[in-house]
């Protein structure tokens, strides 16, 4: 589905992980360095300031997800920054989203996640937690350590004390599985737990989601068609498909990435990623693309320059024209692209005719 506004805007509270998973390369590897730059966190003073700049824009997002290359929640002031994106954007927002591997998310720090949610006058908040395993030797295997269990008590916690405090905790929960080799056996028995114990703590009230998704790799590199076989065939043997089971919605991953090994390529267009996705990195940067883990596609820090200052400036026009054109160059050369939305006439236009107001050609 297309986003509204100015797109999805996703921000970086840090770049540290509690967990080396075998589908991410700068963890799994133990990368010095994440982005080129030193690992860090997000100044949430900084970040305030960035709020209010881009109030003063008048920029509205489809939603705002707290997460890009490590784990939020090793952030000490997650709540915070939820708190002031809540009230700093209101009705900017139609919602916020915290993907995490909810380690160390303990029941104290939900309890006062969830109850600042009840307090705020805000959009609803969305609470994503990659699991990817029903048992614990499998969760060790891609996770790179044990901790199901505590994943679980803690995920439980969330929904039972969702409950007690009712509609008025207007948090909603997606739990992911994404499927790669060593887990895929395991896509009934996650499924099967997840809804029982969804369709039990839930009710009208909230959206629940288990998502089956598939794994990326390199944008679309070397490997996706593989990966993508063995994401239907293990979906196809569990008999999983979409739809509602007892009142949780059951997702899957249709879209596939721009394929360089199968045959499915097809012709490139401009990504809509330049248009949809910005990232504001922990120390401040903005990015064009959320794929882009060297920040090649980097347009300045926002300590020192507005958001629609640098989105809609020369670089980021230089780069939308180049796509345009069918130049692909740098990150974007290998890269498949943000597949789940489209590069609409309309975003084509907007960027050929701010290449006319900066006087841009070629």
């Known amino acids: 589905m297309q986003p509204l506004g100015d797109g999805v805007l996703q921000v970086e509270p840090t770049d540290h992980c509690n967990l080396a998973c075998r589908m991410c390369a700068p963890h799994f590897e133990g990368w010095d360095t994440v982005h080129g730059i030193p690992k860090g966190s997000l100044d949430p003073d900084l970040y305030e300031r960035v709020l209010d700049g881009i109030v003063r824009d008048g920029l509205r997002f489809d939603h705002v997800i707290f997460q890009w290359l490590g784990d939020p929640s090793l952030h000490p002031e997650l709540g915070r920054l939820v708190a002031s994106t809540a009230t700093r954007l209101g009705d900017r927002v139609g919602y916020l989203r915290v993907d995490t591997n909810a380690i160390v998310l303990t029941p104290p720090r939900l309890d006062a996640l969830l109850a600042a949610q009840v307090r705020s006058s805000g959009p609803p908040l969305l609470v994503v937690v990659t699991i990817d395993a029903h048992t614990p030797e499998v969760y060790a295997h891609v996770k790179g350590r044990d901790a199901l269990e505590r994943v679980r008590r803690h995920v439980r916690h969330l929904v039972r ?50 998502l089956f998704k598939r794994l990326s790799v390199g944008g679309g590199a070397t490997g996706q068609a593989e990966a993508d076989a063995l994401y239907e065939q293990s979906l196809a043997r569990a008999g999983v498909v979409a739809g509602e089971q007892r009142g949780v919605h059951v997702c899957t991953w249709e879209q596939r990435p721009w394929q360089e090994d199968d045959g499915h390529q097809g012709s490139r267009t401009a990504c809509p990623g330049l248009w949809l996705t910005p ?9 064009m693309c959320c794929a882009d883990l060297g920040s090649e596609l980097q347009l300045g820090s926002l300590r020192e320059h507005g958001f629609r200052e640098l989105w809609e400036g020369e670089r980021a026009t230089r780069l939308r024209l180049d796509h345009l054109k069918g130049r692909f160059e740098g990150v974007c050369a290998g890269c498949g692209g943000i597949n789940w939305y489209t590069t609409t006439p309309e975003m084509a236009a907007s960027a050929e005719a701010r290449g006319v107001e900066l006087g841009l050609s070629g």
């Open 161 to 210: 004390r969702r409950r007690a405090l009712g509609p008025d905790c207007r948090v909603n929960l997606q739990v992911q599985f994404v499927v790669q080799p060593g887990n895929g056996h395991e896509v009934r028995p996650f499924l099967d737990y997840w809804v029982d114990l969804l369709s039990c703590q839930g009710g009208e009230a909230w959206h629940d989601e288990v």
């Open 279 to 287: 990232v504001i990195r922990h120390d401040g940067t903005l990015l």
